[in-house]
């Protein structure tokens, strides 16, 4: 609904304070003691090259699609992965990308195959993530009342939504993937649907928080899901 407050989970933006110490971009790691440029992300292996490009995708920021600078070739597997950054105002993102179905169907049925190896938390899983969501709802505690209804968009195995029930909010969850949705519903016992953001259903003015953590960066439209938000 319109004014409720977003807590992206990790939307950490290096400040003055934090310049000069070590920052990770996949498996490289760089100083930096300025503003990054395009140039700060260039992998090795682009170094020596005016590596530059039309975007097939705009930026999410700006619009632009000109000139675009490639900071990566591969993905952690070292499989085929584009990644630029925009010149105008530093936002990075993969182009080209798979289209709004593709990606729709990758999140709800490969993506935990893929990254976990399992179509269901495993009990390692949902202790460390618990662990996690106690860590994460302590935080949010002194911003949140008992009663006050929180949607956790992204919920994965619901361990959020679970532990904001028991602190005593009106919890509920979105996930993308089929099974890890099943999992909070059937082992968990916490109200988590299906489906991707473009699926909330947010009355105006119906929650009172909105909770994203490790969310943003998967979103093909993230602008458009905060607009939806607020």
Request: charged share 25%.
């Amino acid at each position: 609904g319109h004014g409720v407050p977003v807590v992206p989970g990790l939307l950490r933006f290096r400040g003055p304070e934090n310049r000069g110490q070590p920052a990770t971009l996949g498996r490289e790691r760089f100083r930096h003691s300025s503003p990054l440029t395009p140039g700060d992300l260039r992998p090795a292996s682009l170094a020596n090259m005016s590596a530059t490009v039309n975007a097939t995708v705009p930026c999410e920021l700006c619009d632009n699609r000109q000139h675009v600078e490639i900071v990566g070739t591969q993905d952690r597997d070292a499989s085929p992965l584009q990644v630029v950054m925009c010149p105008r105002c530093g936002l990075v993102w993969n182009d080209p990308r798979p289209s709004a179905e593709a990606l729709e169907a990758y999140y709800r049925e490969e993506y935990r195959l893929d990254y976990k190896g399992t179509v269901e938390p495993k009990p390692k899983h949902t202790l460390r993530a618990t662990r996690v969501a106690i860590d994460r709802c302590r935080r949010l505690r002194s911003e949140l009342t008992p009663g006050q209804p929180v949607l956790d968009l992204g919920a994965g195995g619901g361990e959020v939504v679970y532990v904001l029930q028991r602190l005593g909010c009106d919890a509920r969850g979105l996930e993308p993937n089929e099974g890890y949705a099943h999992f909070a519903r059937e082992r968990l016992g916490v109200p988590v649907n299906s489906g991707r953001w473009q699926q909330a259903k947010i009355a105006d003015g119906s929650l009172s928080a909105v909770t994203l953590f490790h969310v943003m960066e998967h979103l093909d439209r993230p602008l458009d899901a905060m607009r939806l938000i607020r």
